[in-house]
Structure formats: structure tokens, C-alpha cells
């Protein structure tokens, strides 16, 4: 059961950390209410300071805007910057480790992992994704999905 201290902001100021996917269909325009619904999330935890990626996030997010989304490079480039200016968390060879772990023991995916120890490195409690198990706890890191979240 997801506690409402970690899902809605105005209870607490721990960071958020943003999946891939969630910045992706932020740039989306294939589905404008779920670009909408990320959108208001992603800006509502920009906003206060709360939200918190890696250099993971920030490669897929630039393939995925070329590969999936159709972008071309200049455009996907200057997205990427925009969300350069959050903290990021470097992937180290620790973090990999780290990941590792997570993967044997939890039975996800190597990449799923690296985004759950970097949110976990990171101090955050909670990881907006569009992947895994909805108020699943890996790593003291809560799943919560764009569409069940309080943040936008």
C-alpha cells in the first residue's frame, strides 16, 4: 500500500527521480493526454527542486526522441539540456554493481535496476516510471505511475 507522505508532495520534500519514460512522453505528441498528465507531474517536480535523473535517463531520453519519437538530433539535443540543469546522478562502476544486484535479487531488468540504485544513491523515495510494479518498494525506492501520482 503506497503511504500518501511519498506520493504527494505537499507532505514531504524528498526528490523524485524521472524514468526515461516519463520524460519521453513528455515530448510525445502521439498522446497528447499522457503528454499532458507527464508534463504537469515533471513541471510540478521541477518546479520545487524535487525532481532528480541520471546519465542514463539523459542517453535514452536522447535516442528514444530520435529513434522512437521521430526528432531530429538538434531538437532531441536541445531538449537534453533543458533537463541537464536537475541533479544528476553519474552511473559509475559501483552503481552498475549496485545494479547488478538489484537484478539478480529482484528479478528486473539490468536497466530497470540502474535507474532504481540511481534513484536510490540519490536519497529518493520515490520513482515515477511507467515501468514495474505500481507501490512496489526495491531498494527503499517506491514505484509510482505518472496517472496514480500527486504531482501534477
Given at each position: 500500500?503506497?503511504?500518501?507522505?511519498?506520493?504527494?508532495p505537499?507532505?514531504?520534500?524528498?526528490?523524485?527521480?524521472l524514468?526515461?519514460?516519463?520524460?519521453?512522453?513528455?515530448?510525445?505528441?502521439?498522446?497528447?493526454?499522457?503528454?499532458?498528465?507527464?508534463?504537469?507531474?515533471?513541471?510540478?517536480?521541477?518546479s520545487?527542486?524535487?525532481?532528480?535523473?541520471?546519465?542514463?535517463?539523459?542517453?535514452e531520453?536522447?535516442?528514444a526522441?530520435?529513434?522512437?519519437?521521430?526528432?531530429?538530433?538538434?531538437?532531441?539535443?536541445?531538449?537534453?539540456?533543458?533537463?541537464?540543469?536537475?541533479?544528476?546522478?553519474t552511473?559509475?562502476?559501483?552503481?552498475?554493481?549496485?545494479a547488478?544486484?538489484?537484478?539478480?535479487?529482484?528479478?528486473?531488468?539490468?536497466?530497470?535496476?540502474?535507474?532504481?540504485?540511481?534513484?536510490?544513491?540519490?536519497?529518493?523515495?520515490?520513482?515515477?516510471?511507467?515501468?514495474?510494479?505500481?507501490?512496489?518498494?526495491?531498494?527503499?525506492?517506491?514505484?509510482?505511475?505518472?496517472?496514480?501520482?500527486?504531482?501534477?
Amino acid at each position: 500500500m503506497r503511504s500518501s507522505t511519498i506520493a504527494d508532495p505537499s507532505h514531504t520534500t524528498t526528490a523524485v527521480f524521472l524514468d526515461t519514460n516519463v520524460l519521453v512522453d513528455c515530448a510525445d505528441h502521439r498522446d497528447l493526454s499522457r503528454q499532458q498528465l507527464c508534463r504537469a507531474a515533471t513541471a510540478s517536480l521541477m518546479s520545487v527542486g524535487r525532481a532528480t535523473i541520471s546519465t542514463q535517463v539523459l542517453q535514452e531520453f536522447y535516442t528514444a526522441c530520435i529513434r522512437k519519437l521521430g526528432l531530429s538530433s538538434a531538437t532531441a539535443h536541445t531538449l537534453v539540456r533543458q533537463y541537464r540543469r536537475l541533479p544528476i546522478v553519474t552511473v559509475t562502476p559501483d552503481l552498475i554493481d549496485q545494479a547488478i544486484v538489484l537484478h539478480q535479487s529482484q528479478q528486473i531488468s539490468f536497466w530497470d535496476a540502474l535507474i532504481v540504485a540511481a534513484a536510490a544513491s540519490a536519497g529518493c523515495r520515490t520513482l515515477l516510471t511507467e515501468d514495474l510494479n505500481a507501490g512496489q518498494i526495491i531498494a527503499g525506492v517506491e514505484i509510482v505511475r505518472p496517472e496514480e501520482s500527486h504531482f501534477g
